[in-house]
């Protein structure tokens, strides 16, 4: 893939969101896989001790949803700003933010969980290392990292959505072995305590199948001191 630079990568991605934010909306009753996300939820919660949330890059929000019903103190954070006040109307008590993961964005030791499914796989290489010390930083000890993301069986590194929910509607995602994430993760005083292989009800989509996507989820366990 030839690549733009990664700050326009990030650019273009939230530029794609923001024009489909209403669109996807409105289809979500007929197209949200809510036994898909039902598993992800349940795997991360499996790990998982302690109140504080980041759902990171939630889109239309129903995963912050479904944490806040169980009791669970969130912050739905997203890039593009068209879907804050998307979920803002399911929840008016729900804390919304505009954020964008590859730059430092809360305080040290904010949150006992961060939460990222499918918003991981828009980081651009170069970012990749940045945005992974964002996360163990934004996490208390004993915190732990949830992303689900995909890898390529031909070991591609990238992929673009031509299309995504509109015609010329460009948006670049990545892809990474769990192990590379979980070596980089290490770095950071992250330990990946598990690899789950939850999949989406209509899996594979025309773009996994086109470019041979897995998807998988990372759990990892922020050290409880610097290791
Ligand atoms: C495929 S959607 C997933 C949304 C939601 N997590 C879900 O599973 O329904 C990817 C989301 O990541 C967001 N996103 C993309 N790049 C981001 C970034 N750098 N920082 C924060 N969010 C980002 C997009 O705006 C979009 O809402």
Known sequence: MNRPE??????????????????WERRQAADYDHEFHERCRAEFLKHFSGTRVLDLGCGLG????????????????DIAVEFLPIVRTKQQSLPVVAADMTLPCFRAGAFDGIYAVASFLHVPPELVGRTLAGFARMLAPKGILFLHHVQASDGC???????????????????????????????????????????????????????????????ALKAEVAE
């Open 6 to 23: 990664p700050e326009s990568i990030i650019l273009q991605n939230r530029v794609a969101y923001g024009r489909i934010a209403g669109e």
């Open 62 to 77: 129903l995963d912050s949803l479904a944490f806040a019903r169980v009791g669970l103190r969130v912050v739905a954070a």
């Open 157 to 219: 590194a990238g992929y673009r959505i031509d299309d995504l929910l509109a015609s010329d509607n460009p948006a670049l995602c990545f892809c990474h072995a769990p192990a590379e994430l979980t070596r980089m993760l290490a770095s950071e005083g992250m330990r990946t305590v598990a690899v789950t292989g939850v999949r989406p009800s209509r899996y594979p989509s025309e773009s996994a199948a086109r470019n041979g996507l897995l998807p998988y989820q990372l759990i």
